[in-house]
């Protein structure tokens, strides 16, 4: 299974697929020219409805991310993806934000706990 | 998707046809009645020799367990599905009328090889004794006559256990009910609620008439009396125009209650 | 304008639809003037509690059941005792009263296969093996989830255009349940079908659902595409001061309240930024506005204090 559904994130399951298969072509799990699996297989893969999955791909194929080749499948588009990535992360920051609002803290105090909590020798992932 | 279609009513009977074998009830009815002939006809031999001797006992006596197949028979096609649990038979693709004749409609192919099996059962019994002859002068009206009232018998009950949930309750019921009428008439009834009530049951139009009228006929030819008055075989398919009526009113009183 | 929660789907291409579908038992009235519209191809998700008239509707549906009034048409075809509706439709009832315990589980589904010139026997053959069904167990013995295997077999196997499930997956361990979603995404895949499943359990199938139906007390609550609900249903938390009493109630559908009294978490039906609008008008401080996952917009939806 290339990646999993959760059914209790609110967001739509399109939306959910959309969004792995970006975040795969952007870490790199998909590279440009690779096949995807099927509708039918994804389908199956994540138990959901094979509509969904085709209107997964047909959002990201109007995006340019994917496209299709007559009669072998869908597959990974090979335009740059640098912009893809700045995309991804301006949806990651927003989603931080909205938590943090949510729990009452601004914009400024999430930026500094950031930075502190990127400090701490537990996380030294890259930067 | 054309192929989605109900499927044809031969299909459907061929179905319920397989289906009273493969529930081993077919087999218990093919099985039942001639041995239970063969092992009456051995215990009374054994214990008592010449006490049903005679073309009577062999051509008469076959009535009561004709009468008993073919009203037994009528209730055990519906064993186990009275109308509360045929949720399945009612979710396959055939209207729900035709359905439940098809299935009164597979009894009454089992009921003809059964009776054949009994009938030589029958032969095989009268031959053992020596009365084969008897057999043979009482010619087909006997087994005509055996044949209609099984299956007059067999639709009244079949229609009987097509409409209602406990058909055995029913027929003790209506037994009690029917009882007390005579009792009351037979009190309080004058001449003419008596013949009334006669005309159902004996000749020239009865049932009584229908369903043991051929062997009657049958046994004034062995015994070379004066054949018994009035026509039988048409009032015997009158009563069995009538029973199958009551199966297509059943059936299609269970489509009204869907 | 507040807008109401739709009951009503747009016209479109239907597979199944009633109008007025209503059964009464006695003077009880299981379902009240149903009108169900769902589309070809849908997943349609029958959401409501037990007894809430789900069984009655698809009783009603498949022509086992006389509706007291109103009309019903699956796949083009009015719903009648006639045999025309079952045999476009593929059907799992939630009890199933009267199926043949004595048979063999091999003959059982060789009678039903008789019934449906539609019949694909190889695939009914690969469905057998992926339920792991063994043929000469009698069906009377198998246990409850073995059962449902049988079942959803015999709706599938001969595919039809329309498939009923009456709490499909009742009574499935999780493995079982798992095996019956990837055969239900595969044969969605495969053949065109438009599915509606009745269930309290929403989380089993909502996976593949994209039209909901929340049924409450024998009526349609709403009926909506998932994706609308999804849209439409929003949790709005809220900052007050602990005596704010804002006069909303007429002004948006408000479909829960609950959270402290300076923090009040509202659900609500409408546009976001409308719904955020007003509430800010009316001297709230939106703190944050999340989307409800189908179980929670569901509970929603049933929990509505009745206001119509």
């Known amino acids: 299974m290339p990646f999993d559904i959760d059914h209790s994130d609110s967001r739509p399951i399109y939306v959910q697929i959309m969004d792995e298969i970006r975040r795969g072509i952007v870490v790199g799990a998909w590279r440009p020219e690779e096949p995807l699996p099927s509708v039918r297989q994804l389908a199956v893969e994540l138990r959901v409805n094979p509509r969904t999955v085709q209107q997964a791909y047909g959002e990201l194929e109007r995006d340019g991310l994917l496209y299709v080749r007559r009669g072998q499948g869908t597959f990974v588009a090979s335009r740059a993806n640098g912009a893809d990535r700045q995309a991804l992360l301006q949806e990651v920051a927003r989603r931080l934000l909205n938590e943090a609002y949510r729990h009452g803290f601004d914009v400024d105090e999430l930026t500094g706990a950031l930075q502190r909590e990127a400090k701490q020798p537990d996380n030294t992932q890259e930067a | 998707m054309s192929t989605h279609v109900v499927p044809g009513f031969a299909a459907v009977l061929r179905l319920q046809i397989h289906l009273l074998w493969k529930s081993r009830a077919a087999l218990f009815l093919l099985l039942m009645l001639p041995g239970a002939l063969l092992a009456t006809a051995a215990a009374a031999a054994y214990w008592m020799p010449g006490a049903f001797a005679g073309p009577e006992f062999e051509l008469m006596g076959l009535l009561p367990f004709v009468i008993l197949m073919g009203g037994a028979w009528g209730i055990l096609v519906w064993r186990d599905e009275p109308p509360s649990m045929r949720g399945y038979h009612r979710s396959l693709p055939v209207d729900v009328a035709a359905h439940h004749l098809a299935r009164v409609a597979a009894g009454a192919v089992w009921l003809l090889p059964a009776l054949l099996l009994f009938f030589a059962a029958g032969i095989f019994v009268t031959a053992l004794r020596g009365d084969a002859g008897a057999v043979t002068a009482a010619g087909p009206t006997l087994w005509l006559g055996h044949l209609l009232t099984a299956l007059i018998l067999y639709g009244m009950m079949a229609a009987l256990a097509t409409a209602v949930e406990k058909p055995l309750s029913w027929i003790i019921w209506g037994y009690v009910a029917l009882a007390a009428i005579a009792m009351l008439v037979a009190m309080a009834g004058t001449p003419d609620t008596f013949r009334w009530a006669g005309r159902l049951l004996n000749r020239p139009y009865g049932l009584g008439w229908a369903v043991g009228g051929g062997l009657e006929i049958a046994r004034a030819r062995v015994t070379a009396q004066a054949p018994p008055a009035g026509a039988w075989f048409p009032v015997a398919l009158g009563w069995l125009f009538v029973s199958t009526l009551l199966v297509f009113a059943a059936a299609h009183w269970r489509r009204m209650r869907t | 304008m507040p807008e109401p929660i739709p009951t009503t789907l747009p016209a479109q291409d239907l597979a199944v639809r009633t109008r007025g579908l209503t059964k009464r038992y006695g003077r009880v009235e299981a379902v009240t003037g149903l009108d169900l519209t769902v589309p070809e191809g849908a997943f349609y998700l029958l959401l409501g509690p037990n007894g809430a008239g789900k069984t009655t509707t698809f009783r009603m549906l498949m022509g086992m059941l006389r509706p007291t009034s109103g009309s019903a048409e699956v796949?083009?075809?009015?719903?009648?005792?006639?045999?025309?509706?079952?045999?476009?439709?593929?059907?799992?009832?939630?009890?199933?009263?009267?199926?043949?315990?004595?048979?063999?589980?091999?003959?059982?589904?060789?009678?039903?296969?008789?019934?449906?010139?539609?019949?694909?026997?190889?695939?009914?053959?690969?469905?057998?093996?992926?339920?792991?069904?063994?043929?000469?167990?009698?069906?009377?013995?198998?246990?409850?989830?073995?059962?449902?295997?049988?079942?959803?077999?015999?709706?599938?196997?001969?595919?039809?255009?329309?498939?009923?499930?009456?709490?499909?997956?009742?009574?499935?361990?999780?493995?079982?349940?798992?095996?019956?979603?990837?055969?239900?995404?595969?044969?969605?895949?495969?053949?065109?079908?438009?599915?509606?499943?009745?269930?309290?359990?929403?989380?089993?199938?909502?996976?593949?659902?994209?039209?909901?139906?929340?049924?409450?007390?024998?009526?349609?609550?709403?009926?909506?595409?998932?994706?609308?609900?999804?849209?439409?249903?929003?949790?709005?938390?809220?900052?007050?001061?602990?005596?704010?009493?804002?006069?909303?109630?007429?002004?948006?559908?408000?479909?829960?309240?609950?959270?402290?009294?300076?923090?009040?978490?509202?659900?609500?039906?409408?546009?976001?930024?409308?719904?955020?609008?007003?509430?800010?008008?009316?001297?709230?401080?939106?703190?944050?506005?999340?989307?409800?996952?189908?179980?929670?917009?569901?509970?929603?939806?049933?929990?509505?204090?009745?206001?119509?």
């Open chain 3, 75 to 308: 796949a083009g075809v009015a719903t009648s005792p006639g045999g025309q509706v079952r045999a476009r439709m593929g059907f799992v009832p939630e009890h199933q009263d009267g199926p043949y315990g004595w048979m063999r589980t091999g003959d059982l589904i060789r009678h039903h296969a008789g019934y449906f010139p539609a019949w694909n026997d190889a695939y009914a053959r690969r469905l057998a093996d992926a339920f792991e069904l063994r043929p000469d167990v009698r069906y009377g013995e198998l246990s409850k989830g073995q059962a449902r295997r049988v079942q959803l077999l015999m709706a599938l196997a001969h595919t039809p255009p329309v498939l009923l499930l009456d709490e499909p997956t009742d009574g499935l361990d999780p493995v079982a349940r798992d095996t019956v979603q990837a055969i239900l995404a595969e044969h969605l895949a495969e053949y065109p079908t438009t599915v509606i499943v009745a269930t309290h359990l929403v989380y089993e199938m909502e996976r593949f659902a994209d039209y909901v139906g929340v049924l409450g007390a024998g009526r349609l609550v709403a009926q909506v595409e998932r994706a609308t609900l999804q849209a439409q249903l929003r949790r709005y938390v809220l900052d007050v001061a602990e005596d704010w009493h804002p006069q909303l109630e007429a002004e948006l559908p408000l479909l829960r309240q609950n959270g402290t009294p300076r923090e009040r978490r509202w659900t609500i039906w409408g546009a976001e930024e409308d719904v955020t609008r007003r509430l800010t008008s009316a001297g709230a401080n939106v703190r944050s506005v999340s989307a409800l996952n189908l179980d929670e917009a569901a509970l929603a939806l049933l929990s509505r204090k009745e206001d119509r």
